[in-house]
C-alpha cells in the first residue's frame, strides 16, 4: 500500500553531516507516526527519531544533534544529521505507521562516519 525511499546516505567525516530523505508513495498527512531506525553492524535495530502530530522525539544518543523533520507537500520525511561521530555508522530505515494499515518501511540507506 504504501513504499518508502530512502536517500541521502553516504561516506562522511566524524564531525561533519549528512540529511537523509525519505520519500512516501502517498501523502504523509495520513501517516499517523514516521520515524528512522538504524542497525549497526552486531548490533540490535534501533529507534533514532520519531515524528507525530507535530511531536518529535530521539534517543539520547542522538538529541542535539539530529532532527526529524517533515514536509507533507513533499511526501517526504527528513533526518538531519549533524557532529556526526563513527558511533553513527549504520544502515538506517525509515518506517511509517498507519493505525488502520499497519507499518511499512524502507530498503535502508547506508552511512559510514570515518574517523
Known amino acids: 500500500q504504501v513504499q518508502l525511499v530512502e536517500s541521502g546516505g553516504g561516506l562522511v567525516q566524524a564531525g561533519g553531516s549528512l540529511r537523509l530523505s525519505c520519500a512516501a508513495s502517498r501523502s504523509i498527512f495520513s501517516i499517523n507516526t514516521l520515524g528512522w531506525y538504524r542497525q549497526a553492524l552486531g548490533k540490535q535495530r534501533e529507534l533514532v527519531a520519531t515524528i507525530s502530530s507535530g511531536r518529535t522525539n530521539y534517543a539520547d544518543s542522538v538529541k542535539g544533534r539530529f532532527t526529524i523533520s517533515r514536509d507533507n507537500a513533499k511526501n517526504t520525511v527528513f533526518l538531519q544529521m549533524d557532529s556526526l561521530k563513527p558511533e553513527d555508522t549504520a544502515v538506517y530505515y525509515c518506517?511509517?505507521?498507519?493505525?488502520?494499515?499497519?507499518?511499512?518501511w524502507g530498503r535502508g540507506t547506508q552511512v559510514t562516519v570515518s574517523s
Open positions: 518506517k511509517g505507521f498507519i493505525l488502520h494499515l499497519g507499518e511499512f
